[in-house]
């Protein structure tokens, strides 16, 4: 699953490709608490282990992809 988050009075978008057995659920409740002022910093932790700490209040938009992101390169995609 993919996730992207806008940074406020910035270009910059963070893209974070999230493990295979994370539950969609559990990362818009987790957004939603930060986002609503119930945490100030938003942790992500990407396949690889790697952990990513946004402040809450440098976040302009979040998009979480779909669990079955396909990405096919080649003839028929």
């Known amino acids: 699953m993919d996730l992207k ?3 406020a009075r910035s270009t910059q978008v963070v893209d ?3 493990p295979d ?3 969609r659920a559990d990362v818009k409740s987790q957004i939603e608490a930060v986002l ?3 945490s100030s910093v938003l942790w992500v932790t990407d396949k690889r282990g ?3 700490a946004v402040p809450a209040d440098r976040i ?3 998009q979480l992809g779909g669990d079955d992101d396909d ?3 080649g003839f028929g995609a």
């Open 5 to 7: 988050i806008g940074i």
């Open 16 to 18: 974070v490709d999230l």
């Open 21 to 23: 057995d994370v539950v």
């Open 36 to 38: 609503s002022g119930e």
């Open 50 to 52: 790697a952990e990513l």
């Open 60 to 62: 302009s938009f979040v």
């Open 71 to 73: 990405r096919r390169i």
